[in-house]
């Protein structure tokens, strides 16, 4: 039964082409025919993708996994299709068994029973029973079972899934030729001569798709005419044609079917021919033609009637001109006085431009009001959004009498606008920004590298490398003293030798709240504790290095005089040792010195022995050895420090980089 559905839609397609042959010769577009497709019927059996068909449902039950039985195969066909329109079975037909399903064919309802299914759409011959097959002494055992079977990998297909692909093989052979149909028709069941039986005949004309076949063909066009006979005998339909048409007869017959109106798709235009489809539309032409005969009167009726109505108009015509005099009037009358109020207000604007400056009057009230209205808009579009927003309305927009006004605006906006942003600042963003604000007044305008190093956020911890900074935390914590609280800020430093001026190594510094901790950062170990009572001072240059020269006391053991340090650090660490040193108490208990900070073109500092030595700064680009050489100044020796000039925040974060590749030489020398 699929295949005879298979079967009947080719048939039903391929008998479109002979009617279509003549349609294209006179370029006629082909309209679909209705008839009753019953591609419905094939998707409803075979369909693969969502809703899927019946063998699909097949294939599930019987590959699925668990122990499926034909009356899970009926369960899963009503599931899907009770509502399909061509399917029914004891749950939506209540007359049928149950068991059973039917399919509503083009050739009639046909009733099957689910039972022996799935054991009939399963292929039990599995690879190892072709194998066998294959390896047949039988040479037509052989020819039937390939070796290509055994490569696939794949289950071998069910019988309903192998039918439905020879189906689609089958009809895409023979959609690609020109098949031809012979209808042999059974006169009666009992294969005897003479003997009519009209009841299986209509059936069989019925079911065989000969009455679609003939629906096909009727559903042409039934009228095809040469456009010259057409054209000569329904021209009087069209007032462009009547009475005579000098033009192409083509282009006469076009124009004549437009002003029919008749309905679309009902007439064609070809080569030489005109086509109508419907017997029905040539009737109502030829009715249409028959009406017009008497449409002269009609045309004379028409006439009488246009001249009474224009009468009529041409009363009511000059009623309206005479409405519209008078109308025109008083509008005309209205605007005057519109026009006439706004000039004295631009006079009174004019006159308020005028005296502006002076004090509030009669003159100027008008133009200052307007004035202070259009300064307060425009000082909405430009007030800032933060405090560090310089956005304010321009100087040429503010009024001369909104002058003091505008200053207190500013201000008080500006006010507002900190304390919101105080208000919002968590504690640790306070501190660091006090932190900057003390940077900023003790070297802005004072060191040459400080606004080089402002983006930069200070930070309490400089020690990158995460295991030095445990083992320097260790140490910290066993020799600290007792009531010694934990590290403010530690950082890595370039020791430069007091004697020699060499870069001797790199050090750990941990500044606490009472001391500052000097570590060794290739064996972590505590090489002075200075406390912050005996720093004297800070010294570091005005240039854009990074040296730094702790003052002490020299009175504690181990102290060998003045600490040099280098780092591109310096000025966060000089703040936080002015920050820590401004809390810290003396060790004879008296009140807290400020520490000092030194700003110096040339820095000297102390030896252990009671000398004393110099460092001087230049300012250029350090030759191949190096930033530091030893120079004679006045007979000394001295320490020359050489500095890159810079001139953004790239150039520090390229002092940076550079402190940081000198550090990294320098470990490995001492390794």
């Not at 560090?388 to 100087?395: A, E, G």
């Not at 040459?448 to 983006?455: C, E, H």
Request: aromatic content about 10%.
């Amino acid at each position: 039964n699929y295949c005879n559905e298979k079967l009947q839609q080719l048939f039903i397609e391929l008998t479109l082409k002979s009617e279509q042959e003549e349609y294209e010769k006179e370029g006629i577009t082909w309209v679909p025919v209705e008839y009753f497709n019953n591609q419905i019927i094939c998707s409803l059996i075979e369909a693969t993708k969502d809703p899927h068909g019946m063998i699909a449902h097949l294939d599930d039950c019987c590959l699925g996994p668990g122990d499926k039985q034909d009356k899970d195969f009926h369960e899963l066909l009503d599931a899907n299709f009770k509502t399909h329109a061509h399917y029914a079975s004891f749950d939506t037909d209540k007359t049928l068994t149950r068991g059973t399903f039917v399919i509503k064919h083009y050739a009639g309802d046909v009733t099957y029973t689910v039972d022996g299914f799935i054991d009939k759409n399963n292929d039990l011959l599995f690879r190892d029973l072709k194998k066998a097959m294959i390896s047949s002494s039988n040479v037509v055992v052989t020819a039937v079972f390939g070796t290509e079977e055994l490569e696939s990998k794949k289950r071998p297909l069910t019988a309903g899934t192998q039918f439905r692909k020879s189906m689609n093989e089958l009809m895409d052979t023979l959609m690609a030729k020109s098949p031809s149909y012979i209808r042999c028709i059974k006169p009666n069941a009992e294969k005897k001569p003479g003997v009519w039986d009209a009841g299986m005949v209509s059936h069989q004309v019925k079911y065989l798709g000969l009455m679609e076949n003939l629906r096909v063909a009727r559903a042409g066009y039934c009228y095809r005419r040469p456009f010259e006979h057409f054209l000569d005998r329904y021209k009087s339909l069209c007032s462009a044609t009547w009475p005579v048409w000098t033009g192409d007869a083509k282009k006469g017959v076009e124009t004549l079917v437009n002003s029919l109106a008749l309905p679309e798709g009902e007439v064609a235009i070809g080569v030489s021919k005109i086509f109508i489809r419907n017997p029905r539309t040539v009737t109502t032409i030829e009715q249409m033609f028959q009406d017009k005969k008497p449409s002269l009167a009609t045309k004379i009726t028409a006439a009488f009637k246009g001249y009474r109505q224009r009468k009529i108009y041409l009363k009511l015509r000059a009623a309206v001109i005479a409405t519209q005099k008078h109308a025109r009037s008083i509008l005309a009358r209205y605007e005057a006085a519109k026009r006439k109020q706004s000039v004295v207000l631009v006079r009174e604007y004019i006159k308020g431009f005028i005296n502006r400056n002076e004090p509030v009057s009669d003159a100027n009230r008008l133009f200052l009001s307007w004035s202070r209205i259009t300064y307060f808009n425009n000082l909405r579009e430009h007030l800032p959004h933060r405090v560090t927003d310089p956005r304010w309305l321009d100087d040429a927009l503010i009024p001369k009498h909104m002058a003091e006004t505008d200053a207190m605006l500013r201000k008080y906006c500006y006010m507002n606008l900190g304390r919101k942003y105080r208000l919002a600042l968590t504690p640790e963003r306070k501190a660091a920004l006090q932190l900057k604000l003390a940077a900023s007044e003790l070297f802005l305008g004072e060191k040459a590298s400080y606004p080089f190093s402002v983006a930069v956020p200070f930070t309490s911890n400089r020690v990158d490398d995460l295991v030095m900074y445990t083992a320097v935390q260790e140490a910290f914590a066993k020799s600290k003293e007792d009531g010694e609280g934990d590290p403010v800020y530690s950082t890595l430093l370039h020791k430069i030798d007091r004697t020699t001026y060499k870069h001797k190594r790199d050090d750990v510094v941990l500044v606490t709240e009472q001391a500052l901790h000097v570590f060794s950062s290739k064996k972590v170990k505590l090489k002075f504790r200075c406390p912050l009572s005996d720093l004297t001072g800070v010294s570091v240059s005005r240039s854009y290095d990074g040296i730094i020269v702790l003052h002490t006391k020299g009175e504690m053991k181990g102290d060998k005089g003045d600490m040099i340090f280098d780092t591109p650090h310096t000025i966060e660490f000089a703040t936080y040792l002015n920050y820590v040193h401004k809390g810290s108490v003396p060790a004879d208990g008296g009140e807290s010195q400020p520490l000092k900070i030194n700003i110096l073109g040339s820095i000297e500092h102390t030896l252990g022995n009671g000398k004393s030595g110099q460092i001087v700064f230049e300012t250029g680009e350090p030759d191949a050895k190096g930033p530091y050489a030893t120079v004679k100044v006045d007979g000394r020796k001295a320490l020359q420090v050489t500095a890159p000039p810079m001139k953004s925040s790239g150039d520090f974060a390229g002092a940076v980089r550079t402190s940081l590749r000198m550090r990294a030489q320098t470990m490995d020398g001492m390794e």
